[in-house]
């Protein structure tokens, strides 16, 4: 296995959370601080990966189906995308990893915690990310957003339809697991402007490239 060098980020938050408002403002950043970066995706981020985003974000299936082909996809983006950037020295932005997986199909969905940790274990139990912006906002603030960007003619997709319970559980299990891994996790109150949150992104990310 190559040697690590680079830096992994990651990106998270219940939907309407706003994290893809700052994606590429921070890939200009990182680029301007003379850092290569990686700007990818979860599900998806290979030919394969993508063909299952559609699958999951579209069709009906078993919970655990749902859980087993994240973990598919992930495997594939692991080993053609993130550890070979990561062992070129370069920065892998990462919109969504596992904590979406325990998140979602954990918390929302119910699947067993173990049995998540343990797919985890299997397929990048030597792979965390250095740091994760988990982006904080209420699910009513969520849902309004949703809400809005589908009167606007955005269709939206199974996840994003889900009730209000479920997101509370999403959001739920998002803020244990920042409060088990505060090495990594820093949760940003994404319901203030945008100027506020980027000064906020900007300092995080200067630590973690003078670590
Ligand atoms: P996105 O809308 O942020 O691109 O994310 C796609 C959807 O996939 C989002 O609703 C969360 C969901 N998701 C999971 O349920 N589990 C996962 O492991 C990942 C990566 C995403």
């Known amino acids: 296995m190559p040697q690590r060098t680079g830096r992994?980020?990651?990106l998270e938050g219940i939907d309407g959370a706003g994290k893809s408002t700052h994606v590429g403002w921070l890939v200009e950043r990182l680029e301007a601080q003379g850092h290569a970066v990686v700007a990818t995706r979860e599900p998806g981020g290979t030919p394969l990966g993508e063909e299952l985003r559609r699958l999951l974000l579209r069709e009906p299936?078993?919970?655990?189906?749902?859980?087993?082909?994240?973990?598919a996809a992930?495997?594939?983006h692991l080993d053609r995308v993130i550890r070979p950037a990561l062992a070129r020295g370069e920065w892998v932005l990462c919109d969504r990893f596992t904590d979406a997986t325990f998140a979602y199909q954990g918390g929302g969905h119910g699947v067993p915690i173990d049995r998540i940790s343990e797919l985890e274990q299997w397929i990048h139990g030597d792979c965390q990310p250095d740091l994760t912006f988990l982006f904080d906002v209420p699910t009513a603030v969520s849902r309004a957003r949703l809400d809005r960007a589908e009167s606007e003619g955005r269709a939206l997709d199974k996840f994003e339809r889900e009730a209000a319970a479920f997101f509370e559980r999403v959001r739920s299990v998002y803020h244990a697991r920042a409060r088990e891994h505060p090495e990594r996790?820093?949760?940003?109150d994404?319901?203030?402007p945008v100027d506020a949150v980027r000064a906020?992104?900007?300092?995080?990310v200067a630590a973690l490239a003078a670590r």
């Open 74 to 76: 992930r495997r594939e």
């Open 8 to 10: 992994f980020l990651t």
């Open 200 to 204: 906020e992104l900007a300092r995080h």
């Open 185 to 188: 996790f820093r949760v940003i």
């Open 190 to 192: 994404s319901t203030r």
């Open 61 to 71: 299936m078993t919970h655990d189906s749902e859980a087993l082909l994240m973990f």
